[in-house]
């Protein structure tokens, strides 16, 4: 789709791995992680990648990505540059091309450690000001459980506005493309 592999915030860097890195990964390839942080300058932790990381809990997503002309990319590793290490993922459910995405499905999570300290929402909003830029996305939701209140607070710090479920048992949120002028 054209968007950004490397993103940087105030204080994060987002990072969006490729076809192969994501298949290493996924395979459990001997030193994946490893390698992976070196070429990060980061700590891949395990606490990141066994716990609910959309790269791991999102089954097929290596095979949609080779299938994907020019290496397109939709899920970015959050990295706490400070910390020199992976503190969460955030990404879409779906690939995005710059011309036929008229709505994109997002998620998010970061480690415990990281939680509470304003990182999704910063990752989030950098994600979501570089889609609009990049791609003809109109809106973006969220489906979120009813019971996960961190996410629900991150929704809401985000602005995104409620909007009518589009599965049983999540809420569903959304922020649209500012109108243009």
Not at 2 to 22: C, F, K, M
Not at 33 to 38: A, I, K, M, N, V
Not at 157 to 171: D, I, N, S, V, W
């Amino acid at each position: 789709m054209g968007i950004s592999i490397d993103i940087r915030t105030r204080r994060l860097r987002l990072y969006a791995p490729s076809h192969a890195e994501v298949k290493s990964l996924r395979e459990g390839a001997q030193g994946a992680r490893d390698e992976l942080g070196r070429k990060l300058r980061a700590v891949v932790s395990e606490e990141w990648w066994l716990g609910p990381s959309l790269l791991r809990l999102l089954p097929d997503l290596p095979d949609v990505m080779r299938r994907e002309p020019d290496d397109t990319r939709w899920i970015w590793l959050v990295i706490d540059p400070a910390a020199a290490c992976v503190i969460g993922d955030i990404g879409y459910h779906a690939p995005i091309h710059a011309s036929s995405a008229v709505e994109a499905e997002i998620g998010w999570s970061v480690i415990a450690a990281a939680r509470g300290k304003g990182y999704t929402p910063e990752a989030v909003t950098a994600l979501f000001a570089c889609t609009f830029a990049q791609t003809r996305v109109q809106w973006i939701i969220a489906q979120i459980e009813p019971t996960n209140t961190a996410s629900l607070r991150v929704a809401a710090k985000l602005g995104m506005e409620p909007l009518p479920p589009r599965e049983a048992h999540y809420l569903c949120f959304g922020v649209s493309r500012m109108p243009a002028l």
